[in-house]
């Protein structure tokens, strides 16, 4: 009954968003600054929705309970159980975001009963001089953070990044960071909605109250020293996949299709979600049927499929298991 499985967008209001992420829906929102489209959620109250095929209609939950290992694989589920454990999105930056991090898997545990928050972002779009804020431009002392927050020069100690489609980076729990003006990025994470906010450029939401700053929870969850391992250095190949980030939270490999491409998941003890992140159309077929991924679109494979055919004119797509 399993087959390449496509789910509604879950739209999310942002103080920072904007408009290039209406498209994700039919509703009328045009008065509304949508930051995020969550394409893929296990979040409790924030469950992915089937939209194509016999199951539509049915939540990630429900077929996760209703299949277990035939969706997402036998050591996934005997290590994951119920819980989808990669979180999947969209984001617009029309603003900057706060400056935050979030917490890893033994802090956020023992605070929220939760996973942490490993995370990597592939940038769609990004404006001219666009930048990401990633890590202190120098290790610095909780003293000097400390001095600095009081100040509100926070932003003299981050670090900047100029960047350009098809850059991606790692952000690892701990790490200092903002998306900035100007971005539209692909995210991958674990299946947590925990941030600790710093710094919020002292914005006011439209009731002109100040948003929640958690300066106290980040203080022993930050990473104080400075690195320079974030940006994913990779060399793309036409129709054969480069790795992007092999992690134990998620992998994911980045694929330039142009053509047709055979994929064996057969040894694959893993779901698989492919995202188009280029600009012409792919084409899953699977059993004699064609599923389109359009640009910005996202897809699941569950682990029971262990052969499809992708074709595509050209253009590009991450493909992430566990």
Known sequence: MLYPLKFNSILKEKIWGGNKLYFKTEEKIHDKKIGESWEISGIKNEVSVIKNGSLRGKSLQDILEEFEDKLVGKSVFE????????????IEAKENLSVQLHPDDRLAKKRHNSFGKTEMWYILEAEEDSRLIIDFNESITVERYQELLKKGDLEAALNTVKVKEGDAF?????????????????????????????????????????????????????NFDSHNDYKIQ????????????????????????????????????????????????????????????????????????DFIRLESKGTKLLEISI
Request: aromatic letters at 10%; proline letters at 4%; glycine letters at 6%.
């Open 79 to 90: 290590r994951f159980n119920y819980e989808f454990p990669v979180l999947i999105k969209l």
């Open 170 to 222: 790692f952000i690892k729990p701990g790490l200092v960071h903002a998306i900035g003006a100007g971005i539209t990025l692909a995210e991958i994470q674990q299946t947590s909605d925990i941030t600790y906010r710093l710094f919020d450029w002292n914005r006011t939401d439209k009731e002109g109250n100040p948003r929640q700053l958690h300066t106290d929870l980040a203080l022993d969850a930050i």
């Open 234 to 305: 990779y060399h793309p190949k036409l129709n054969s996949k480069v790795s992007l980030a092999s992690t134990p939270y998620f992998i994911t490999n980045y694929l330039k299709v142009k053509g047709g491409l055979d994929l064996n998941y057969s040894n694959l003890d893993s779901f698989t979600i492919l995202m188009n992140v280029g600009h012409e159309d792919a084409f899953i077929v699977h059993e004699k049927l064609n599923y389109t991924i359009s640009s910005k679109e996202t897809l699941l494979i569950p682990a029971c499929l």
